[in-house]
């Protein structure tokens, strides 16, 4: 998750995460220095991974993906707490670097890391592709419109879609790609939101 905003900057992002639960719970997640990156903080996760787990409560079958992996805290997550497969999407080099490391140091075999830009990676893949898809673009970027309409593609039935801004998230546009809002909370100036199809 980076944000290539100049109003928050890497000085004011922790310099570690942690994985919040599952078989690699406590394991603190380097902060690269890279410009802008914004990793979603631990409290948001555990709220996050509280609602994923209620309303997908067998993860063991679950395929997730994070278009905009970053740190790589919200893939190696879902991981941790048993998915089927995790793929990172991530276009950075030292976060690559970073990503690959993690990988190796926990033996996450269920973690595949891909390396490029989100939305032409996404491409490529077949229709309702993943369980679970975590959006983080930055900010001040134009990517959420577009990334979202790509998650509404790949979704899986009953799927969810995790999506960080900025501000509250336009209905509108959610509207526009048949998906619902069922979950939502803010910290700070990240507002999160959990989201579904219309008929999910």
Do not use: C
Request: positive net charge.
């Amino acid at each position: 998750m980076r944000d290539t905003g100049t109003t928050r900057h890497y000085s004011s992002a922790p310099q570690r995460v942690r994985i919040i639960g599952g078989r690699w719970k406590r394991t603190p997640l380097r902060v690269a220095e890279v410009a802008g990156l914004r990793p979603t903080p631990d409290r948001v996760r555990e709220t996050l991974f509280s609602w994923i787990e209620h309303l997908l409560p067998d993860l063991g079958t679950v395929r997730g993906v994070d278009l905009f992996a970053g740190t790589g805290a919200l893939g190696f997550e879902l991981a941790s707490r048993g998915a089927e497969r995790v793929t990172l999407v991530e276009s950075n080099r030292q976060l690559i670097d970073q990503l690959m490391q993690t990988k190796h140091r926990l033996a996450a075999d269920a973690i595949d890391i891909v390396v490029g830009d989100a939305l032409a990676v996404a491409a490529h893949w077949p229709d309702a592709a993943f369980d679970v898809i975590f959006i983080d673009p930055p900010f001040n970027s134009s990517l959420l419109a577009p990334a979202l309409s790509v998650a509404a593609r790949l979704l899986a039935p009953n799927g969810l879609i995790y999506v960080e801004t900025g501000a509250p998230i336009d209905a509108a546009l959610l509207a526009r790609l048949f998906l619902r809002l069922v979950r939502s909370g803010r910290a700070g100036r990240v507002h999160f939101h959990l989201l579904r199809t219309q008929t999910a």
